[in-house]
T-cell receptor, first 114, second 116 residues
Framework: DAGVIQSPRHEVTEMGQEVTLRCKPI?????LFWYRQTMMRGLELLIY????????DSGMPEDRFSAKMPNASFSTLKIQPSEPRDSAVYFC????????????FGEGSWLTVV | AQSVTQLGSHVSVSEGALVLLRCNYS??????LFWYVQYPNQGLQLLLK??????LVKGINGFEAEFKKSETSFHLTKPSAHMSDAAEYFC??????????????FGKGTKLSVKP
C-alpha cells in the first residue's frame, strides 16, 4: 500500500514568495495532520483534520499559514508570504479511526526560505 | 491533559551494549503509548505501541518497551545495539480506548549514537 505522499520533497524559495506543500494521505484514513520540525523547536503540530474538517489549528504560527483539505485524498499547507524563519521540514501524517491512534508519516517536505 | 517527557536528548552507547531510552508520561485517562524512530532525512516510523493489552510490547528491529503504570513510564530497550540503530527516537502518548481519537503528544526526542 502506498504511504502518505508529500510534494515537493525539497523546495528553496525566496523570502516573500508563496509556498504550497501538498499531501495525499493513506487511502481510507480519516485524520490528517500537518507537523513542522526544526532543530530549535522540535516536532510541532500545526493543524489536523478529521473527515476533511479542521479540528485544531492552534499550532498554526500566524496568518501567513493556511491549510485546506478539499477532499479525503488531498490537503495543502500554504505559506504566504514566506520568511526565512519558516525554513523547516514539514510533515504530513494520517491515521484511521479504530486503529489505536497510530499516525503514519510522510517523508517530509524540506523547505528553505532564503 | 497529556504530556511526555523524554529523559536525555542524546544517548551514546557502544555497539553490542544495552540501549535504554527513557520516557515518562502524564495522562488523566488510560493512555495509548508509542515509540517512533526517525532516521536521518526521513519521516517518523512507528517502532511499537501499547494499547492496553500486554504491558511488554515488542516492536521492530529488536526493540521492546514496558508499560509501567505505577511509574508512569514507557522506556524503550534493546539488548544489543547495532550501528544501524543510530537515529532519533520519539515517545508519544494519546488517549486510550474510549477516549478521543486524534493527535498524539510527542516528546522532544532522544538522539541515539552508536559507537563502533
Amino acid at each position: 500500500d502506498a504511504g502518505v505522499i508529500q510534494s515537493p520533497r525539497h523546495e528553496v524559495t525566496e523570502m516573500g514568495q508563496e509556498v504550497t506543500l501538498r499531501c495525499k494521505p493513506i487511502s481510507g484514513h480519516d485524520y490528517l495532520f500537518w507537523y513542522r520540525q526544526t532543530m530549535m523547536r522540535g516536532l510541532e503540530l500545526l493543524i489536523y483534520f478529521n473527515n476533511n474538517v479542521p479540528i485544531d489549528d492552534s499550532g498554526m504560527p500566524e496568518d501567513r499559514f493556511s491549510a485546506k483539505m478539499p477532499n479525503a485524498s488531498f490537503s495543502t499547507l500554504k505559506i504566504q508570504p514566506s520568511e526565512p524563519r519558516d525554513s523547516a521540514v514539514y510533515f504530513c501524517a494520517s491515521s484511521q479511526t479504530g486503529t489505536g491512534n497510530t499516525i503514519y508519516f510522510g517523508e517530509g517536505s524540506w523547505l528553505t526560505v532564503v | 491533559a497529556q504530556s511526555v517527557t523524554q529523559l536525555g536528548s542524546h544517548v551514546s552507547v557502544s555497539e553490542g551494549a544495552l540501549v535504554l531510552l527513557r520516557c515518562n508520561y502524564s495522562s488523566s485517562v488510560p493512555p495509548y503509548l508509542f515509540w517512533y524512530v526517525q532516521y536521518p532525512n526521513q519521516g517518523l516510523q512507528l517502532l511499537l505501541k501499547y494499547t492496553s493489552a500486554a504491558t511488554l510490547v515488542k516492536g521492530i528491529n529488536g526493540f521492546e518497551a514496558e508499560f509501567k503504570k505505577s511509574e508512569t513510564s514507557f522506556h524503550l530497550t534493546k539488548p544489543s545495539a547495532h550501528m544501524s540503530d543510530a537515529a532519533e527516537y520519539f515517545c508519544a502518548v494519546s488517549e486510550g480506548y474510549g477516549g478521543s481519537q486524534g493527535n498524539l503528544i510527542f516528546g522532544k526526542g532522544t538522539k541515539l549514537s552508536v559507537k563502533p
